[in-house]
Structure formats: structure tokens, C-alpha cells
């Protein structure tokens, strides 16, 4: 595997996606199959300039077939994939045919419309099927081959792997999706998060949904499914990444979302943050005591939620005093909300909920 970069604003070692592997291994099949010899390292042509090579872990060139296999390295970003093999076995294709796409062992299916894939077919994105084309293109040009290939993409373990991703959420059955736009997975950029929801909101519009819930986690999915009995496939999961759904339903709207979390993340909501983690916004004691004032709260309990260690602590005191901050929350949250979408036309509703996932405020 070659050595990746650093990404220049955090010192972190950067990877090669799924994709950036399956067209490094199809390269190295493909000329197995032209030429009788593997490439090793095999070396690959990507956007803005990259040319990494990749090592093989396995290769098998055996009855008009070739086979090569690559381990995914992500670099220093937590990927569910990373260290993954991910493979590609290479036949000849008909005359004419082009490169066709089939779905191996741990590579998922698309069941449900809504994905910029049609049903049927395997979850190997846009991206990575135009590099995987290239080149095979490239391959042909150079050992006189036609083109005309089948390429089938593999991942071992993707079933299991899958089920820590939104593929079974999105439709996606089977294995996991074959992703990348650049084929470089930047450290912590959260990209594919990102990805998964706007995936997951066009899933819900081709589906017809009129109601979507983005969610910070799985209790507060929980207590939105008990609430409106939302079907999965309507379930949104937001985490952090509140400014991710509501700027693409800015774009895409469904008729209502309900944005539902806890008192942390919906402070930091209201507040005006539209990523909710915690290394990147922080809740404003100041400016919550600053609502419990505005909301008729007496002096001291004011002095309590300046000087409170969490939002849950303001939340207890205020709950203590018979002050609704929940629902000062979500009212903030909401109009942070609105604001975000601009007028498009969502209607919204905000719920929060504490550790336990009792609702302690709504708007």
C-alpha cells in the first residue's frame, strides 16, 4: 500500500476510498488478463493530481479470469472499512459492451429508488465507475485489449461491515456501497456522513414520505418513532450534522421535519451551531441563563445556569424551579431551523429529550 499523505490543517494521514482500491485492483486484473502479469504495486491516476500505488494482497489469474486484491487504508480517519479487502475478478466482456458493473461477494444491491443508481443495481457509485472505466480504458489503450470487460468488485466481511453503515436504511442490501468522489479520504472530514444523509433524504422523497426526523442518536430515533410511528426508511440519522439536513431540504424539501436530540445539542442548536459535536461548538452558559432571565426566571436560578457544568445540569435546575427550558430549547432550535431553510416549504418541529429519552421539551 503506498504511503499516503498529510493533510496540511491537522497533521493527519489521509487514505484511498473503497472506490480508489476497487480501481486500483480492476487495473491490475485487467492487465493480468492482457498481459499474463500482475502490476505490483499498481499504480492509479486520480483527481487534483494524485498517483498513488497500491500493493496486492491477493492475486489469481485463472480461466480467462483475473483476480486482484487490495487492503483498504483510510489513513487516520475512524472508517468502518479501513483495512478491508476490497477486490475485483475480471472477464472478458461481449463485443462492444463496454464495462460492466457486477455486484461480488460483501457489495450491496439497490432495492430502493432515490440513489443516483437505478434498482437493480450493484451499490458502486457514479464516481467510482467512471475511474474504474478510465481505466480500464487506459489498460486497453496500452496492451491492446477492447475494453469490453466485466468487472466484479468485492469486499470481505462488507456484509457485517454494512451493518454499521445506512445501507440497510437506504436499501442498499447485501454488502456495502463502493464510495468516493476523489478517491481520498480526508481525516475526519465526516464526507461520507454527510453523503448518507442527502442519500437518505432523496430515499425518503422517492419513497413519498411527507414527514422526516432528523435525529441526533438512536434514542432520540427511538422516542420519534414512538411519537409518530415514522417508517425507518423516514429516519434521518443526523448526528452532528443538523446544517447538513437542513440545507439540502433547503433544496429538496419534504412537507414537515421533526429534528429531535438531546438538551446538549439542541442548546448548541439554538444557539445558532449547525454542527453539534462537541470539539467543534461548545453551549453558551451565558447566553442560556441569558433565556431562563428572558423567560421570567428569578435571580438566582439565572446565577445557576450561568454557573451550570452541562445543559442537563441548567435543565434539572430549571425543572426544579418549574421553568420549561426544554421548551425555550426547541423553540430556539426551531427558529435556528427555519432560518437555515430559508422558506422553503418544511414545515418543523423540534423535541427534546434527556439522557433517559424522556421528552422534556417540544416547539
Excluded at 28 to 53: C, N, Q, R
Excluded at 287 to 306: F, H, M, N, T
Excluded at 339 to 352: H, I, S
Amino acid at each position: 500500500m503506498t504511503t499516503a499523505g498529510r493533510e496540511r490543517s491537522t497533521g493527519l494521514r489521509y487514505g484511498w476510498t473503497t472506490g480508489a482500491c476497487a480501481t486500483a485492483a480492476t487495473t491490475a486484473a485487467y492487465t493480468a488478463l492482457l498481459t499474463g502479469e500482475f502490476p505490483d504495486p499498481v499504480t492509479i491516476d486520480l483527481p487534483h493530481d494524485k498517483h498513488p500505488s497500491f500493493a496486492l494482497a491477493t492475486e489469481l489469474l485463472r480461466d480467462g479470469a483475473a483476480s486482484a486484491g487490495i487492503v483498504k487504508d483510510a489513513g487516520d480517519d475512524p472508517d468502518v472499512t479501513h483495512g478491508a479487502l476490497v477486490s475485483a475478478r475480471v472477464t472478458l466482456g461481449e463485443p462492444g459492451s463496454g464495462v460492466t458493473f457486477r455486484a461480488g461477494v460483501g457489495v450491496g444491491t439497490v432495492t430502493k429508488p432515490g440513489l443516483p443508481l437505478a434498482v437493480g443495481e450493484p451499490a458502486i457509485n457514479p464516481m467510482p465507475r467512471r475511474f474504474i472505466s478510465e481505466h480500464v480504458a487506459a489498460v486497453a489503450a496500452r496492451h491492446g485489449g477492447t475494453g469490453d470487460v466485466v468487472v466484479e468488485i468485492s469486499v470481505a466481511h462488507g456484509e457485517e461491515l454494512a451493518r454499521k453503515t445506512w445501507n440497510p436504511r437506504l436499501g442498499i442490501l447485501g454488502g456495502l456501497s463502493i464510495l468516493g468522489t476523489t478517491g481520498v479520504v480526508v481525516p475526519y472530514s465526516c464526507s461520507s456522513w454527510i453523503d448518507s444523509i442527502r442519500r437518505g433524504i432523496d430515499v425518503a422523497r422517492a419513497a413519498g414520505h411527507a414527514h422526516v426526523a432528523g435525529c441526533t442518536g438512536s434514542t432520540s430515533e427511538r422516542v420519534v418513532t414512538e411519537l409518530y410511528g415514522l417508517p425507518e426508511d423516514a429516519l434521518l440519522d443526523m448526528g452532528d450534522f443538523a446544517g447538513a439536513v437542513l440545507k439540502y431540504l433547503r433544496r429538496h424539501p419534504v412537507p414537515r421535519l421533526t429534528i429531535a436530540g438531546g438538551i446538549g445539542k439542541l442548546t448548541k442548536l439554538a444557539q445558532g451551531h449547525l454542527d453539534l459535536h462537541s470539539g467543534r461548538s461548545q453551549v453558551d452558559s451565558d447566553a442560556l441563563a441569558a433565556l431562563v432571565r428572558d423567560a421570567g426566571g428569578p435571580a438566582a436560578l439565572v446565577e445557576g445556569v450561568r454557573g451550570a457544568n452541562t445543559a442537563l445540569d441548567a435543565l434539572q435546575q430549571c425543572q426544579a424551579a418549574g421553568l420549561p427550558l426544554g421548551d425555550l430549547v426547541a423553540g430556539g432550535a426551531r427558529t435556528t431551523a427555519l432560518g437555515v431553510l430559508q422558506g422553503a416549504p418544511v414545515e418543523v418541529d423540534v423535541v427534546v429529550i434527556d439522557r433517559a429519552g424522556t421528552v422534556v421539551g417540544r416547539a
